[in-house]
């Protein structure tokens, strides 16, 4: 917060703003492993599911959730996968986001 002083001496308090982004977030090519649990738990599916239909492993889809990098490619393919099931992917500059089908 910034303080200025008038000539009385009294501090007016006005707010900084949060972000230096747009107001609406944007979409991300590449997402989190903990953006990929929010969505997998929206959608109400198994690792096993989710491995199965992207066609890698159960441990794949473990480690990414827990904070393991992926290719580019798998990376893309997840985020594929959830899309195509209604989940909406967004980031801006303090958080990134999951948004769950209707």
Known sequence: MT???DAA???????????????????IA????VQARMARAAIGLSMDKV???????KMTISRFENGG?????TNSSIRN????HGVQFSADAYYHGVRSPK
């Open 51 to 57: 491995a199965a239909s992207i066609g890698c492993t």
């Open 81 to 84: 996968f959830y899309e195509s």
């Open 9 to 27: 001496g009294s501090k007016e308090v006005r707010p900084l703003p949060l972000s230096s982004s747009p107001s609406r977030p944007s979409k």
């Open 3 to 5: 303080h200025q002083s």
């Open 30 to 33: 590449r997402i989190t492993g």
């Open 69 to 73: 990098e992926l290719s580019g490619k």
